[in-house]
């Protein structure tokens, strides 16, 4: 993995860690998620004039199908991820889903794509996994807890985090092939994806608007935030799959259960300590793995 792939994933990390605190702060649902994909369209769109005046009429269906396939995907993620947060921890949901998004979409690149890893990259994407699961709680996870209602909430974390994963591999291979394939813009394929969550979020919001007006007032803070933030974090990881390997880039984003651990921890109260900082360390001498192999 070159230098500038390597960097640019150490900041994506730093900015998807603060984005996903403030989605866990918003309490958001489905609503939530228009609010930033209208906010996004809103933020970005003198960039995304400005790079699609010419590229985006070039688009056959071909492209466009990996644009559309994308911002379902995305849409579904993102979704599930909210549910996780209003349903449990975020420092269960997030590992998990971080964990599992980036270990499936690998074993694709690998099995599907032909990429080749090394026997240090493959240790490096163990350590990061283990990592991870030293984060959401490590044995703790297996046998959750005592307190029925601490179990069940665990139980629940658990659920979310892995089919967030899920959709996390399902987009991060989707899009890795339209950015290294199709040579589509990253930013491109990340900004009119919002198109289609909009087109699909509408009929939720027209439904209550009241409601939908009151959770506006309340969560358009956080809304503005991920909006402005988060496609920059995206952006930044497709630049880096140009650079890198997918099989490489995908585990190497777990550098961002550094910056949960290190602040989301600390600012939310959950979870263990010590584990946490085991699994930071863990994660760390894994994401220098797979950037030296």
């Known amino acids: 993995m070159s230098l500038t792939a390597f960097a640019l994933i150490i900041l994506a990390g730093l900015i998807h860690a603060l984005w996903n605190i403030a989605a866990k702060k918003a309490g958001g649902d489905a609503r939530f998620a228009f609010f930033t994909s209208v906010l996004m369209m809103l933020f970005w769109a003198p960039l995304g004039w400005w790079l699609g005046r010419e590229a985006v009429p070039l688009w056959g269906m071909l492209e466009w199908g990996f644009v559309v396939a994308g911002g379902v995907l995305h849409l579904a993620y993102y979704l599930i991820l909210l549910r996780g947060y ?18 499936l979409s690998s074993l694709v690149a690998i ?13 490096g994407g163990v350590g990061v996994v283990g990592g991870v699961f030293l984060i959401a709680g490590g044995p703790g996870l297996l046998r959750a807890a005592h307190d029925p209602a601490a179990r069940v909430r665990v139980h629940k974390g658990i659920a979310y985090g892995l089919l967030t994963g899920a959709f996390i591999a399902s987009y991060t291979v989707v899009d890795g092939y339209a950015v290294k394939v199709l040579l589509m813009s990253p930013i491109l394929v990340d900004y009119m994806a919002n198109f289609v969550r909009v087109a699909l979020l509408v009929p939720v919001v027209l439904r209550d608007l009241p409601t939908a007006a009151v959770l506006w007032s309340a969560q358009w803070r956080f809304a503005l935030l991920v909006a402005v933030v988060s496609p920059i974090a995206y952006v930044l990881v497709l630049y880096a799959m140009r650079e890198a390997p997918l099989s490489h880039v995908a585990p190497a984003r777990e550098v961002s259960m550094l910056f949960a651990a290190l602040i989301g921890g600390h600012l939310l109260g959950e979870g263990d300590r010590v584990a946490r900082l085991c699994g930071a360390a863990c994660i760390a001498l894994g994401v ?6």
């Open 86 to 103: 209003r349903e449990a921890d975020l420092t269960v949901v997030y590992p998990l889903a971080r964990g599992t998004g980036p270990l």
């Open 111 to 123: 099995t599907v794509l032909g990429e080749q890893i090394s026997r240090l990259g493959v240790l």
């Open 288 to 293: 220098t793995a797979l950037a030296l192999g």
